[in-house]
């Protein structure tokens, strides 16, 4: 049988061409149902304050870094979105006194326009924003060195290389509308993925490169960074691939409520915890990775209850 057409955006594929019995039972789920979804490699945790939550992923950073030696280089993957995290790590860098020289770390992903990354002048650009909120805050003794700090290009060669020989503790990410990880969005439903999303097995093959961002995902990103103004969110990025998501040794997805909703967070907890992966719901392939887990601030988790405003 063919699938749905997604209502938000016929020409690409997304949570809305899925099942409608998987959707139905995900908006059902109880926060208790969140949890209980905890199994072997995905573990669901709440937190009950944000200045918990928060601290929590900025810990992350700190206890992964905590185990780099000149022998073995050990680094954090990281995003933005959120952000909240970053000067906790710088103050608590500075606090303890930990020595970054040997530690590493990996932007995500970067806006593309025009076959270029953005310069870090660009109001929404992450390399700057990782350095205003964490790196440039960091006692000059303490620093990472810049040979350590690894941003994707549009040749991504160089970023693909400098994950051998490095040990990724961990990956953090948000979750977006469009259920991704990084910028890794659904495709577009055209050529060979007209009738089809890509099997699970064929989006797991595919490394750093530039994406075409789904409607969604522009929209969200106008909303949670821009003001609401779409015209200044670029449609492409480069982005950190399946290939070295599974080079970490953890993913650690942040959930506060701000960036997807009650819904969407219901969903793939749903399709991970379940072992439901689709590549129209790219979170959902975390489903086939060995050690995932999903952080929820409990005030930010609402209920896909019907309310009219």
């Not at 907890?269 to 929820?296: C, Y």
Request: net charge negative; aromatic share 10%; glycine share 8%.
């Amino acid at each position: 049988m063919s699938r749905a057409i997604s209502k938000i955006a016929p020409d690409w594929w997304d949570y809305m061409t899925l099942d409608k019995d998987i959707l139905d039972d995900a908006a059902k789920l109880t926060p208790e149902d969140m949890l209980g979804l905890s199994r072997e490699g995905f573990k669901v945790v709440f937190y009950d304050s944000l200045e918990e939550f928060y601290c929590a992923e900025a810990l992350e950073y700190i206890e992964a870094w905590q185990q780099s030696t000149p022998d073995n280089p050990v680094g954090v993957c990281g995003p933005i979105g959120p952000t909240e995290q970053l000067p906790l790590v710088a103050r608590i860098v500075n606090s303890i006194g930990l020595n970054l020289g040997d530690s590493h770390f990996w932007g995500m992903d970067e806006w593309v326009i025009d076959g270029k990354v953005v310069p870090e002048d660009h109001p929404l650009s992450f390399e700057r924003t990782n350095h205003e909120l964490c790196f440039d805050r960091i006692r000059p003794e303490l620093a990472m060195p810049d040979t350590h700090q690894h941003h994707p290009g549009v040749d991504p060669s160089e970023y693909i290389a400098s994950w051998e020989g490095v040990r990724c503790a961990v990956m953090q990410g948000g979750q977006g509308d469009v259920k991704h990880w990084a910028f890794n969005d659904p495709f577009k439903r055209e050529g060979e993925y007209k009738d089809n999303p890509p099997t699970p097995e064929q989006y797991l093959q595919l490394s750093t490169r530039i994406v075409d961002l789904h409607p969604a995902t522009i929209m969200q990103n106008a909303r949670t960074s821009g003001g609401g103004k779409v015209d200044i969110v670029p449609s492409r990025a480069v982005t950190v691939g399946p290939v070295q998501t599974w080079k970490a040794e953890k993913v650690s997805i942040w959930q506060a409520g701000a960036h997807d909703n009650p819904f969407g967070q219901r969903l793939t907890t749903l399709m991970i915890g379940k072992k439901i992966p689709d590549s129209a719901v790219p979170m959902s392939l975390l489903a086939l990775h060995p050690n995932v887990q999903f952080n929820f601030y409990r005030g930010g988790i609402g209920t896909c209850e019907v309310e009219m405003h």
